[in-house]
C-alpha cells in the first residue's frame, strides 16, 4: 500500500506540473466571440458589445481596406485595437507591413522610435498623429487621434461635433456607431451617444430606430467610408 501510494502521489505532482503548459501557450489568445449578435426587446442592450465590435472592425477594415477578419483574427492573437489603429496607419504612409511594425513597437518600446526609424514626413502623418507621436503620447492617445484623422476625413464628425463627443468621453467603437446612427436618423451624434451612454436607450434599439440591421453594417460603414462627400451628421 505505501508503494502504490508514493506512485500515485508522484503522478499527482507530474500532472499538477503539466496542467498549466497549455494554459500558458493559449494565454495571449483573447477571444472576441460575441454570444449575443441580434437585437432583443427583452435585453435591449445584451448585443450591444457586438454592435459596438463589429462597427468598429468594419470601419477599420473599410477605411484601410483590409479583410475585416484580419483584424478579428490580430486582436485573437492579442494584438490591442490601439497598436493595430497606429501600425496600419503608419503602414498605409510607409509602405511597411503592419505586423513587421507591431513588432518594431515590441521591441523598440514606443511607436515614436517606429516612426523616426522609419522617416515617415510629418506631413503624412497628419497633424495630429504627428503631435502625439513628437510628445510620445502613450497607444490610446495615438489610436484616438488616427481615429479622429479618419472620422473627419470620412466626413462622420465636423471638428467641432467630434471634439464635443471627445470631451463627453467617447471612445473609438462609440465614435464610429454614433456617427453612422446619427446619419440615418438625422439626429445629433452627441445626443445618440449621451442617449445609450446614460442607460435611457441602447445601442442595439437605437440601430432599430435608424432600420440598420446588424448584418447590413458592414456595408452600411462601407458605403460612407468610400463616398468622402457623404453628409455629415448634423
Known sequence: MRHSTGNTFRLGVVILFMLPVPAFAVSAITCHCFTDRSYDAARPAAADPYFLATTQNSFFAAA???????IVINKQRGVSADNLWVAYWLAARSGADPAALIQERTTKGSWRQVATVSA???KSLGTRVAEALKTNA??????????????????????PELVALRKAGAGNQELVLAGLIAAKIRQPAIQIY?????GSTSWGALLQRAKIDPAEIQSEVVARVISPYAPRSK
Open 138 to 159: 502613450a497607444d490610446e492617445r495615438l489610436a484616438n487621434e488616427v481615429v479622429n484623422e479618419l472620422l473627419l476625413r470620412f466626413r462622420f464628425y465636423g471638428e
Open 194 to 198: 449621451r442617449n445609450a451612454r446614460g
Open 120 to 122: 515617415i514626413p510629418a
Open 64 to 70: 484601410f481596406g483590409v479583410d475585416k477578419k484580419t
